[in-house]
């Protein structure tokens, strides 16, 4: 995109997700055409890194992860389990805390003390409704239940949430390789004349990169009145000149404050705005009729221009990773444990800022599990070099992080076979 392009988030004006954590430290162009988030620079070909000792991912309630190409049966196979549905007979909780009582799929009371125990481990909230356990302790769903908003909450096997997080992570590096192409395709939608769906969805993609914002889910926005990017109202959004400034509530009732600059990209949110309606990411069909754009046009764009199963959130996912890389590559050696972990948290700290995360849901969802495990065998070492060739190639800093990710994978296929 054009060099000219800033992306902001002012700690001084307030310009960050609210209580996100400490802001990243002012970032420095790092080479190349500034295209996406702003990253912190790289002052040095090689970087060095320290250690620290990982700690295992507990299993947790979340939403199914259909993100991943892999089909979730070879999944469970992989991870030695079997595969599950909560349409499957299972064990049922009756009864109000704390007197619960569980009965099997034979509808008898269940006694075994092993069984009952694994359903103490799984603690499923007392208030949660329609709660289903698996009979089978290797089943790649433990149990599933509805919370306080009627809402599907599962727990996974710690094992398959292991496979499927690796899984994950390893198709980071697919994304990555497919950037290059991806944004050559943004840019050429970005300029197309009018306001075609093409190029709605690429002011979409192309604000993904630039905010690291989520791109948005219409139930969380109907019921939660938080928002991402495609679900955003014209409110949400102020446009003067090159400048537009973002304001609004995103997940976990976090607060989002941005301000971009790009001439292009202003341009085209103001005749966005100028569509009937409160949505602010629309276009007229080939009857004139007035469609939105949604979280599934976004992802089916991704796989269309790159071939991969991509989703929106890889985008955060990736950027997560690289940030978290050169924070821990830039950092002076370590003299001892508790500098190491100084160094993990401040690391980590700065990207949950940039993502609006947690601290822990950073660490644990959006950063490279390779980039933890090398830094704590002092082995985390990114090279800058210049692309060969013509086209389109991905930053520096970003060719590094690829450069080592795609060194660990072949590092770790070689220990598999052997």
Known sequence: MRASRRAHRDPAAGDVPA??????????????????????????????????????????????????????VTDAEIAGLRYVSDQDPGIRRLGT?????????????????????????LAVPPAYAEVWICADPRGHIQAVGRD???RKQYRYHPRWREVRDGNKFQHLVSFARGLPKLRARVEADISRPGLP???????????????LARVGNEEYARINKSFGLTTLRNRHVS?????????????????????????????????????????LFQYRDEEGELQSIGSADVNAYLREITGEEITAKDFRTWAGTVLCALELAGMPPATGAGMVKAQLRE???????????????????YVHPAVFDRHAAG???????????????LRLEEAAVLSFLRKQAAAAAAVAVA
């Open 19 to 72: 209580g996100a954590g400490p802001p990243s430290r002012p970032a420095r162009r790092c080479g190349g055409r500034a295209w996406g988030w702003v990253v912190p620079c790289v002052p040095a070909t090689s970087l060095a890194a320290t250690s620290y000792e990982t700690a295992p991912i507990a299993a947790a309630f979340c939403a199914p992860d259909d993100s991943t190409p892999r089909p979730a």
């Open 97 to 121: 805390a704390p007197d619960f009582r569980y009965v099997g799929p034979d509808g008898k009371p269940v006694r075994d003390e092993a069984t009952l125990e694994r359903i103490r481990k």
């Open 148 to 150: 306080l908003r009627g």
């Open 197 to 211: 769906r093409e190029k709605v969805l690429a002011t979409v993609v192309w604000l993904l990169e630039a905010t």
């Open 239 to 279: 446009v003067k000149g090159a400048e537009m400034r973002f304001q609004f509530r995103g997940k976990a009732g976090k607060d989002w404050r941005l301000r971009i600059q790009d001439r292009r990209i202003a341009r085209i949110l103001r005749t966005c705005q100028d569509l009937p309606g409160q949505a």
């Open 347 to 365: 690391a980590i700290q700065r990207t949950a800022a940039r993502l609006g995360n947690t601290p822990t849901i950073c660490r644990k969802c």
């Open 379 to 393: 082995a985390l070492e990114l090279r800058l070099r210049k692309p060969s060739g013509k086209g389109p190639a």
